[in-house]
C-alpha cells in the first residue's frame, strides 16, 4: 500500500471489523455486565471509525498520538474459547487481544515503510490501539486481583 487514503481505509476496515465482533459477542452471551462492556467496547470502535474517516480529509503529517505505556498485561495470557457462558473476564481478555493484534499490525507496518508519512501514520495509529489496550488491561487488573484494590 502506497496510499495514505487506502491505509486509512484498511484502518477503518479494521475498525468495522472490531466493531462487528464485539456486537456479535455482546449478543451472544449471557452475562448483563460482559454484555454491557462489549457495548462500549463496540461504540468505542465507531468513534475510531469516525476518527480515521476524519483523517481522511486531513493530512497525515498532521497525526500526533501519544500511546500509553504497554505493561504487557494481556500479552501472556491464553485466548478463551468464545462460548454462549464466556466469563466477563474472558470477555476483556478476548478484547485485549483484539487491541493487540491491531496493535501489532500497525506496527509492523510502520517497520516495513521507508516512507516518513507512512510510518508516522502507522506509528500512530499504533499508540491509539495502545491506549486502547492499556485501558482494557487496567480493567482487567481491576477485575482479575479485586483484592489489590
Given at each position: 500500500?502506497?496510499d ?15 466493531y462487528?465482533?464485539?456486537?456479535t ?7 448483563a ?14 468513534k ?24 504487557k ?7 478463551p ?13 478476548l ?55
Open positions: 500500500m502506497t495514505i487514503k487506502d491505509i486509512l481505509q484498511m484502518a477503518i476496515s479494521r475498525e468495522v471489523e472490531s462487528t465482533f464485539y456486537r459477542v455482546s449478543d451472544k452471551v449471557k452475562d455486565n460482559l454484555k454491557k462492556l462489549f457495548n462500549e467496547l463496540a461504540g468505542e470502535e465507531t475510531h471509525r469516525q476518527f480515521l474517516e476524519g483523517l481522511l480529509t486531513k493530512d497525515a503529517k498532521d497525526l500526533h498520538i501519544t500511546g500509553a505505556k504497554d505493561f498485561v494481556g500479552d501472556s495470557l491464553a485466548t474459547k468464545l462460548t454462549m457462558d464466556l466469563k466477563p473476564i474472558d470477555g476483556l481478555v478484547a485485549i487481544k483484539k487491541e493487540l493484534e491491531a496493535m501489532q499490525m500497525y506496527t509492523q507496518l510502520a517497520n516495513a515503510t521507508s516512507d516518513f508519512v507512512q510510518k508516522s501514520l502507522f506509528q500512530n495509529l499504533a499508540a491509539m490501539e495502545s491506549g486502547h489496550k492499556a485501558r482494557l488491561e487496567d480493567l482487567y487488573v481491576e477485575m482479575a486481583f479485586p483484592e489489590v484494590w
